[in-house]
């Protein structure tokens, strides 16, 4: 072979590589199992929702999609051991109001920055929050219930999945504009809560409907009141905070996908496709439906936007009413 013809071939190779440099990285994700971390114990609407999409983003990858439940310490642990994970596709992490919009304020010394550490995928679903009452207590709906707080002030505990989750934003966020004094019990996750909350020894709490729903049929727990700003169909006799008196009063629960920062943009795309496209399937659409969730799965600069917006909302409540680290 002459000089000319192996310089030719060699550059005829480079170029090939560059050009298709895209389309090849993207065609090899994933090469391996693909870690969906959850961070919160087992049991809650945050692994119901991360569980419901990996199993339809397995069938479509052809790699395993498994969750990883890491709970405690308000998410700050399952996030820094994300942020630090390598940026390959390969290790992900469920974001929600209170990992991104909460946290930053009342834990300001982080180990990371949420807004340069990762990147936004795209928005899995937005889940109503309930707020539901054990059946000992002596209150059959919402303005019993407040009455009844007020008129015991600190002698009854509300449980939530842990420090600035969502059910203990949407509580404090019920508590500042009622004016009810109501004691924060933190748990590493939904189920622990649940467990003490089914058995009487806390006495109210606020979650996403897909785990407080089973128990609300049940007659375990009674609904009082929903934080969306319409009533739910599921259980359409329950009233909205709103219908209360309490105007424009709304707050659900949101969840996203994030990877940490530096993952190839075409693996972040590939996996917001993918993420839509399983948003879409049957088994995502109808197990959200009979949660009255709303699935997302728009691009990753929709779900920045959403959480730039998300961490202005929050900010103002956290500080009007003075939430801090349990």
Known sequence: ????????????????????????????????????VVPFAPGGTSEIVARTVANELTKQLGQTVFVDNKGGGGGIPAMTEVAKATPDGHTIILGHVGVLAVNPIIFPNQPFD??????????????PNLYVVHPDVPAKDFKEFVAHVKKNPGRLNYGTAGNASAGHL???????????????????????????????????????????LPHIKSGKLRAIAVGTAQRLPALPDVPTVAEMGFKDFETSQWYGILAPAGTPRDIVKRLQEESQKALKSNSVTERFASDSAVGGGGPPEEFQAY????QKIWKDIVLRAGIKPD
Do not use: C
């Not at 072979?1 to 192996?6: A, E, F, K, P, Y």
């Not at 090939?16 to 994933?30: H, I, K, S």
């Not at 949420?114 to 889940?127: E, G, Q, S, Y």
């Not at 809560?193 to 109210?204: E, N, S, V």
């Open 170 to 212: 949407s509580m404090e966020y019920l508590k500042l504009v009622t004016g009810m004094f109501i004691t924060h019990i933190p748990y590493r996750g939904t189920g622990p809560m649940l467990t003490d909350l089914l058995a009487g020894r806390t006495q109210a709490t606020s979650a996403g409907l897909p785990a407080l």
């Open 1 to 36: 072979m002459t000089l000319n013809r192996r310089l030719f071939l060699a550059a005829s190779a480079t170029s090939a590589a560059t050009l298709g440099g895209p389309a090849f990285a993207q065609a090899a994700w994933p090469r391996q199992s693909v870690r969906f």
């Open 114 to 127: 949420v807004n340069k550490d990762f990147v936004p995928v795209t928005l899995l679903a937005k889940v």
């Open 307 to 310: 959480i730039t917006q998300q």
